[in-house]
């Protein structure tokens, strides 16, 4: 029992090193944007993401088999729509109700589950969920809020990137999640690439140093090591876990955006963070029993 905890403790630190790491997802994207097209910085960022990878696990692909293959692929898949719908979103909506839609995926999570294995959270779960989404909503959401298509499409890639968390779970116990979590990169990237020849005009590198020192971080800190760490949480700690923490991203855009843009943040907002890690408290911290989930009989 006491190794199990350890290893979910170890499992959330690695899902909050994930996140924070996304988190800073957002800045460099706007940044890299202004010299390259969506399509084109999608595939040369997983390009180079899995090509760092495969050097440095190379040895580890030896083991790698055909069920591995397809799995890695359904994962690639179910990340490249969810990032499509976000970029597709992020174009009609503002970037902070982005912020709040993409954070539904601590809900969505735990509702597919419920419909694929009859497992209703308990009521401390549940708990959790409604005080870090009231918390994203508080730092995200204005007066005055309503839906408009773009946050629709946002809350699609919300829906898709659960169902991309959930798979990872599943076949992270199955296969070597390094493996796992990088051949998933190679999928995005021929993605990428198909998009860029259909829909865009050209295909081109950044001209600049900075747009290189950005593609590389994309690449490199989010696509690679990002992954990396996602993956290997989601086999050491509960889905339940690793979804709370990833829908807490906002509160490291926000943080990055005040250390490295000079945004200020506002009373409200550090209130919304404050809840954010109350709520995400109330699920990984240690509990005297590790029974979260109430399983209806068949």
Not at 4 to 20: E, F, N, V
Not at 140 to 164: E, H
Not at 170 to 177: M, T
Not at 199 to 206: G, V
Request: with cysteine; aromatic share 14%.
């Amino acid at each position: 029992m006491a190794a199990d905890r350890k290893h979910i403790a170890l499992g959330d630190l690695m899902m909050l090193a994930a996140t924070m790491i996304f988190g800073a997802m957002t800045i460099f994207s706007k940044q890299i944007l202004a010299e390259l097209e969506v399509f084109n910085m999608v595939a040369l960022r997983f390009l180079i993401a899995f090509a760092a990878c495969l050097a440095v696990f190379h040895k580890r692909y030896s083991r790698l088999d055909k069920e591995t293959f397809l799995h890695s692929g359904v994962l690639g898949t179910f990340l490249f729509v969810s990032y499509l719908c976000m970029v597709l979103g992020c174009k009609y909506t503002t970037a902070s109700n982005a912020g709040f839609m993409m954070s539904l995926v601590a809900f969505f999570t735990p509702l597919i589950i419920l419909v694929q294995e009859r497992v209703v959270p308990g009521r401390v779960q549940i708990a959790s969920i409604i005080i870090t989404l009231v918390g994203v909503g508080l730092m995200c959401l204005s007066p005055g809020f309503s839906l408009n298509r773009g946050d629709l499409i946002c809350v699609m890639s919300a829906f898709f990137y659960s169902f991309q968390m959930l798979y990872t779970e599943r076949y992270a116990h199955k296969h070597d999640p390094i493996v796992l979590g990088t051949l998933q990169l190679a999928f995005v990237s021929v993605y990428g690439f198909i998009f860029a020849l259909i829909l865009e005009d050209s295909f081109r590198l950044p001209v600049s140093a900075a747009g290189w020192w950005q593609l590389l971080y994309l690449a490199l800190g989010c696509g690679a090591l990002g992954f990396i760490f996602q993956t290997s949480a989601e086999k050491l700690s509960p889905t339940s876990h690793t979804t709370l923490i990833y829908a807490s991203e906002p509160v490291f855009v926000a943080l990055f955006s005040f250390m490295m843009l000079g945004e200020q943040i506002s009373i409200r907002q550090m209130a919304g963070i404050l809840l954010v890690f109350i709520g995400v408290w109330i699920t990984v911290r240690p509990k005297k029993t590790d029974e979260e989930l109430i399983r209806y009989a068949d």
